[in-house]
């Protein structure tokens, strides 16, 4: 149980185009998702917290308008990175929250986003 | 801001040699886990530990959190190839704080 995919597993976009990744729960139903940036050979970063049916919360210093997240179902985030530079390439990971007792994170297989 | 330290960054053995990775803060965690990441793929969750002076195994693995829920370690017995990869700590408040990260290299 507590599956989490990503789609797509790598993408490659021209600079100035935006590109959207999905995060979704294949077996349980998620309130809330987090979207993590990870550059080589360092750890996670929050960027945001995504909250089924409302606003995203985003950390300081992401740009809510240039990371675009929505969660419109339980079952379903998005993050949309809009109008990306070279500078936003980077290893994108989603994680949701199962419900379990101490409310671990289940994280997905990540997005791999090159910007040329 | 609830930091966590890890230590060492870089752990670099012999198969069969035993391992420890340490996870250090300042600050009272509810809850404290530890994964594992191999290049390009997610992190996955070994274990969770939340009570003071809990000692968790997993096979060859022993997590053991500190009486005030302010560390932990990560002993890993007659370490394999297989071991290798990104081990993190992650601390639980309000949302999961990452430590930095310990990079485990056991080579054959």
């Known amino acids: 149980g507590a599956v989490v995919s990503q789609h797509p597993s790598w993408v490659i976009c021209k600079s100035g185009t935006s590109v959207k990744i999905e995060c979704r729960s294949l077996?349980?139903?998620?309130?809330?998702m987090f979207w993590y940036r990870q550059f080589p050979k360092q750890s996670l970063m929050l960027m945001a917290t995504?909250?089924?049916?409302?606003?995203?919360?985003?950390e300081q210093g992401v740009e809510k308008d240039k990371f675009l997240i929505n969660h419109a179902s339980l079952t379903l985030s998005t993050l949309t990175v809009t109008s990306a530079h070279p500078e936003d390439s980077s290893f994108y990971i989603c994680?949701?929250?199962?419900?379990?007792?101490?409310?671990?994170?289940?994280f997905g297989p990540g997005t791999r986003l090159t910007v040329l | 801001t609830q930091l966590l330290e890890q230590s060492p960054q870089f752990l670099s053995i012999q198969e069969g040699e035993n391992l420890t990775v340490y996870c250090n803060s300042s600050?009272?965690?509810?809850?404290l886990q530890w994964y594992r990441q191999e290049p390009g793929e997610g992190p996955v969750l070994l274990v969770t530990?939340?009570?003071?002076?809990e000692v968790k195994k997993l096979k060859r693995l022993t997590f053991q959190f500190g009486d005030a829920r302010k560390d932990s370690s990560l002993h890993i017995t007659a370490a394999q190839p297989g071991d290798t990869g990104l081990y993190l700590c992650?601390?639980?408040?309000?949302?999961?704080?990452f430590g930095g990260g310990t990079r485990v290299l056991v080579k054959p």
């Open positions: 600050s009272v965690f509810s809850s």
């Open positions: 077996d349980f139903q998620a309130t809330t």
């Open positions: 992650a601390g639980a408040y309000d949302k999961l704080t």
């Open positions: 994680s949701a929250l199962a419900g379990t007792l101490y409310n671990e994170q289940f």
């Open positions: 995504s909250n089924e049916g409302s606003k995203a919360t985003y």
């Open positions: 530990v939340v009570t003071g002076g």
